[in-house]
């Protein structure tokens, strides 16, 4: 099973290493003929504004967006999650808008620009290690949207169907289960096609 990672800016070497050491095999996406080759995506974080930009400029927006269209798993991280997001509070507008969410950019203030803390993930058993950096959070979800994890009565991490997303960083930490749980995702994505 390969899974993908969009690296056209941010962490991609580290997203890389999690999920082969969830089992699959990574491959960095530089084009978008790339994307046949692999049964899951994932898209860094990083600055959403800049990697907005490159993937209009490389063909990127629509080529994922068929991608979603074929059921195939996307795992969107920080810049990654608002890039997916069907809305961006404040008005500015979207990118792939796939995900029925509202997400808030640098949504938790200069004070606490970058922090690390346990969090709960549900379908996850032991507190998943979360790396915030000047991170985003989900306002508003659709009817289809499961919560996965609340932190100070905010959402960070949610899944819709085939999309899943996170406002923190699981790549910079040496815990890989929410890679896991993606891989997880793409396995069950394959099993259901056959
Ligand atoms: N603040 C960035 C943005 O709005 C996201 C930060 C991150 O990916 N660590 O795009």
Same mark, same amino acid.
């Given at each position: 099973?390969?899974?993908?990672?969009?690296?056209?800016? *941010?962490?991609?070497?580290?997203?890389?290493?999690?999920?082969?050491?969830? *089992?699959?095999?990574?491959?960095?996406?530089?084009?978008?003929?790339?994307?046949?080759?692999?049964?899951?995506?994932?898209?860094?974080?990083?600055?959403?504004?800049?990697? *907005?930009?490159?993937?209009?400029?490389?063909?990127?927006?629509?080529?994922?967006?068929?991608?979603?269209?074929?059921?195939?798993?996307?795992?969107?991280?920080?810049?990654?999650?608002?890039?997916?997001?069907?809305?961006?509070?404040?008005?500015?507008?979207?990118?792939?808008?796939?995900?029925?969410?509202?997400?808030?950019?640098?949504?938790?203030?200069?004070?606490?620009?970058?922090?690390?803390?346990?969090?709960?993930?549900? *379908?996850?058993?032991?507190?998943?290690?979360?790396?915030?950096?000047?991170?985003?959070?989900?306002?508003?979800?659709?009817?289809?949207?499961?919560?996965?994890?609340?932190?100070?009565?905010?959402?960070?991490?949610?899944?819709?169907?085939?999309?899943?997303?996170?406002?923190?960083?699981?790549?910079?930490?040496?815990?890989?289960?929410?890679?896991?749980?993606?891989?997880?995702?793409?396995?069950?994505?394959?099993?259901?096609?056959?």
């Amino acid at each position: 099973m390969k899974i993908g990672v969009l690296a056209l800016q *941010g962490a991609v070497t580290e997203h890389i290493v999690s999920i082969e050491k969830a *089992g699959a095999e990574g491959l960095p996406i530089k084009r978008v003929e790339q994307l046949a080759e692999v049964q899951g995506l994932i898209i860094p974080g990083g600055e959403s504004t800049t990697i *907005g930009k490159l993937m209009r400029k490389y063909g990127f927006i629509e080529a994922i967006r068929d991608f979603a269209g074929l059921g195939k798993p996307i795992f969107g991280t920080c810049a990654g999650m608002i890039v997916l997001a069907k809305r961006i509070a404040g008005g500015e507008p979207g990118h792939l808008e796939l995900m029925d969410i509202t997400v808030a950019r640098n949504a938790f203030g200069r004070q606490r620009e970058s922090f690390e803390c346990d969090l709960e993930v549900k *379908g996850i058993n032991e507190p998943v290690r979360a790396v915030f950096i000047r991170a985003p959070l989900i306002n508003e979800t659709g009817p289809n949207v499961d919560v996965l994890t609340v932190y100070n009565d905010e959402i960070v991490t949610a899944r819709e169907g085939n999309l899943l997303v996170s406002s923190f960083h699981p790549e910079l930490t040496e815990d890989y289960r929410l890679h896991q749980y993606f891989a997880d995702m793409v396995e069950a994505s394959l099993a259901a096609k056959q």
